[in-house]
């Protein structure tokens, strides 16, 4: 298999605990990762804001600990004055980039709030803060499940780069063609900025085929056929999920990718087994 290219670079994602079990376990996952010089650690936000302060309190110790950190902001249900407060507050603590989202809109939610979309975010952010962050937004190669249409998703995505994000991270995909085929349409709208696919390791099939309904990323059916057939045979599975997401990164090396962005559903090993394959 290929070498990775020493140039690679990774990031991973975090949800904030809810207990201070989950949070030591947290600790240590990171440190566990960090041994990869990952480029930041983001750390997602609850639907509607609803884990804004564990969100933060879990990217201020990241930070503490002499790593990247990078909070996610989603703005559904959220007023201008409530994220221009949040934004002075990641500013006053030194905090350089932001994941910004729409966000899940919550179940018996009625109001949108001051935003509809997430470019309309981008665009306050930096009419608020200027440069002072690095903006990343999502991207969804296999298009976004509440899009009318696969241009419509595209046109969706080059208003939130125009509107001032620096760089993207996609939904997770187990189709590389799909991830060549987006960036490539997205090139010839005129985006320039990076496009980092987002990689799924795989955990758990029950698990990963209800996140996959939600988020509308494609199992194929090829790889749902296999991983049913392991039924309970959870180590199994991991090994052969590893091989998988492990031939998906290589070739997404091989053909210049140079960023990569984790799902770790806050755990190490197999994210580390799959970084030590390549």
């Not at 110790?61 to 909070?71: F, L, S, T, V």
């Not at 309309?120 to 969804?140: C, K, P, Q």
């Given at each position: 298999?290929?070498?990775?290219?020493?140039?690679?670079?990774?990031?991973?994602?975090?949800?904030?605990?809810?207990?201070?079990?989950?949070?030591?376990?947290?600790?240590?996952?990171?440190?566990?990762?960090?041994?990869?010089s990952?480029?930041?650690?983001?750390v997602?936000?609850?639907?509607?804001?609803?884990?804004?302060?564990?969100?933060m309190?879990?990217?201020?110790?990241i930070q503490?600990?002499?790593?990247?950190?990078?909070?996610?902001?989603?703005?559904?249900?959220?007023?201008?004055?409530?994220?221009?407060?949040?934004?002075?507050a990641y500013?006053?603590?030194?905090?350089?980039?932001?994941?910004?989202?729409?966000?899940?809109?919550?179940?018996?939610?009625?109001?949108a709030?001051?935003?509809?979309?997430?470019?309309?975010?981008?665009?306050f952010?930096?009419?608020?803060?200027?440069?002072?962050?690095?903006?990343?937004?999502?991207?969804?190669?296999?298009?976004?499940?509440?899009?009318?249409?696969?241009?419509?998703?595209?046109?969706?995505?080059?208003?939130?780069?125009?509107?001032?994000?620096?760089?993207?991270?996609?939904?997770?995909?187990?189709n590389?063609?799909?991830?060549?085929?987006?960036?490539?349409?997205?090139q010839?709208?005129?985006?320039?900025?990076?496009?980092?696919?987002?990689?799924?390791?795989?955990?758990?099939?029950?698990?990963?085929?209800?996140?996959?309904?939600?988020?509308?990323?494609?199992?194929?059916?090829?790889?749902?056929?296999?991983?049913?057939?392991?039924?309970?045979?959870?180590?199994?599975?991991r090994?052969?999920?590893?091989?998988?997401?492990?031939?998906?990164?290589?070739?997404?090396?091989?053909?210049?990718?140079?960023?990569?962005?984790?799902?770790?559903?806050?755990?190490?090993?197999?994210?580390?087994?799959?970084?030590?394959?390549?």
């Amino acid at each position: 298999m290929k070498q990775v290219n020493p140039k690679t670079s990774y990031s991973f994602e975090f949800f904030p605990p809810k207990t201070a079990e989950g949070m030591a376990n947290l600790r240590n996952v990171r440190d566990e990762l960090a041994t990869f010089s990952p480029e930041f650690f983001s750390v997602t936000f609850g639907a509607g804001g609803s884990t804004r302060d564990r969100t933060m309190e879990s990217v201020l110790e990241i930070q503490a600990a002499g790593y990247g950190a990078a909070p996610h902001i989603s703005c559904i249900s959220s007023s201008k004055e409530e994220i221009r407060e949040l934004l002075q507050a990641y500013q006053a603590k030194g905090i350089k980039r932001l994941v910004t989202l729409r966000g899940d809109i919550p179940s018996g939610e009625v109001s949108a709030g001051d935003f509809k979309y997430a470019n309309e975010l981008v665009s306050f952010i930096r009419a608020e803060t200027g440069d002072w962050f690095h903006l990343e937004v999502a991207a969804y190669p296999e298009f976004h499940p509440e899009a009318g249409s696969a241009q419509k998703d595209l046109d969706n995505f080059k208003r939130k780069i125009d509107a001032g994000a620096d760089s993207a991270i996609t939904q997770y995909f187990y189709n590389v063609d799909a991830y060549f085929r987006f960036v490539e349409a997205a090139q010839k709208l005129g985006v320039t900025a990076p496009i980092i696919p987002g990689i799924m390791p795989i955990y758990n099939y029950t698990q990963l085929a209800r996140f996959s309904n939600v988020c509308g990323a494609e199992i194929p059916r090829w790889l749902r056929l296999r991983l049913e057939a392991y039924g309970d045979d959870l180590a199994s599975l991991r090994a052969f999920g590893a091989d998988v997401v492990t031939e998906i990164c290589a070739k997404l090396i091989a053909s210049g990718v140079d960023k990569m962005h984790f799902y770790t559903l806050n755990q190490a090993g197999i994210i580390g087994q799959i970084i030590r394959q390549l």
